[in-house]
């Protein structure tokens, strides 16, 4: 079965520290793994993906994430956490094997809190 | 260009009434995508429509929800017969093309309310 996890339902960061969100997935096959943030009362942007390649994926915002295979993992990272970050993150996969890839497949969130 | 809208951007309903949810993809993009967003809960894929078609319904939480699309482009999204369990914010969203390495434009969503 298809699925993501993110372990932390919230990460505390100061401001100007790194921060990190975890996610790990377990798929069928090559995953195709993406990070989505959704600011209060906004629809969920896109920051980055991994389909192929290099293993450290950057962003928009200066966010980044590094594919790790042996660990089935893509966590979130930045150098330097700013309090406009503070937002709810989704990790999330496509469904290849099922449904050709339609199907995504969202964790459960990560709230980031940055403080100044 | 503008990105995908929804409408009602709230909706408040008594239960056992019927709702529309609409959602205008951004131009050109051949696939839309509806989820829904409880409390506190994370997205539930309800199903996608690659062109008109929706291959795969088996997303939708029961029979009382449909979805249709037309020319390619708008979408809606029924509820029959509310119930309180339905109350969450419904998203739509949309993608260039079909597969599985294109990222997918949220609309703002929809938030339902079911008394």
């Known amino acids: 079965a298809q699925s993501v996890a993110q372990p932390e339902d919230q990460v505390n960061v100061a401001e100007g520290n790194p921060l990190t969100v975890k996610c790990t997935y377990s798929?069928?096959?090559?995953?195709?793994l993406f990070w989505y943030v959704q600011y209060p009362n906004r629809g969920l942007q896109f920051l980055l993906k991994?389909?192929?390649?290099?293993?450290l994926v950057k962003g928009s915002y200066g966010f980044e994430a590094e594919f790790n295979k042996s660990q089935t993992s893509f966590h979130l990272k930045k150098p330097s956490a700013l309090v406009s970050d503070s937002a709810l993150y989704f990790c999330?996969?496509?469904?290849?094997?099922?449904?050709?890839?339609?199907?995504?497949?969202f964790g459960a969130g990560t709230r980031l809190f940055v403080k100044a | 260009g503008a990105g995908v809208s929804q409408s009602p951007s709230n909706k408040v309903t008594e239960k056992g009434k019927d709702v529309e949810l609409r959602c205008d993809p951004i131009?050109?993009?051949?696939?839309l995508y509806w989820y829904r967003q409880s409390l506190g809960q994370g997205l539930e894929f309800l199903i996608y429509?690659?062109?008109?078609?929706?291959?795969?319904k088996s997303g939708l939480p029961s029979d009382r929800f449909s979805a249709e699309r037309t020319g390619g482009s708008v979408s809606t999204l029924t509820i029959q017969r509310t119930q309180q369990e339905d109350s969450a914010v419904y998203l739509c969203?949309?993608?260039?093309?079909?597969?599985?390495?294109?990222?997918?434009?949220f609309g703002p969503g929809t938030r339902l309310t079911v008394l």
């Open positions: 991994y389909i192929t390649g290099d293993n």
């Open positions: 429509f690659q062109g008109n078609s929706a291959p795969d």
């Open positions: 798929v069928s096959g090559n995953p195709y």
């Open positions: 999330a996969v496509r469904d290849v094997e099922n449904t050709g890839g339609f199907k995504t497949i």
């Open positions: 969203a949309s993608s260039e093309l079909a597969g599985p390495y294109n990222e997918q434009f």
């Open positions: 131009s050109g993009h051949t696939a």
